[in-house]
């Protein structure tokens, strides 16, 4: 589905949940369900990537709120949309819950 990527979780994986000592697994009541912002955030960092790709040679692109504001917004809004129209099935929720529950595992294995 179009938020159940491996991109996804390896973005969250990797800088949340790394080892032992990472803030996901430490502090993982507050990503537990991973949060529809972090989501927006990792998607947003994701298509900055694909953006330094784009000519295909890498260029360096600034990752701030002023050049990625408005993806990040279209991404959140976009999460939150899709929550609405799947409600009765609590798609996101789900998906939330997964991508937390895969990565504080992957987490708690590391050293």
Sequence with gaps: ???K???LQQGINGMWFLNRSDEGVIYHKYFDPIPIKTIALVLTAIECC???WSQ???ED???????????YNHHF?????????TAP???LSK???????TARYVGLLSH
């Design 1 to 3: 589905g179009i938020y």
């Design 5 to 7: 990527t491996e991109l």
């Design 50 to 52: 694909v953006d330094e």
């Design 56 to 58: 295909g040679i890498k």
């Design 61 to 71: 692109i600034k990752f701030t709120s002023a050049s990625y504001g408005a993806v």
């Design 77 to 85: 809004s976009s999460l939150q949309r899709f929550d609405e129209r």
């Design 89 to 91: 099935y609590k798609l």
């Design 95 to 101: 998906i939330r819950i997964n991508l937390h529950d």
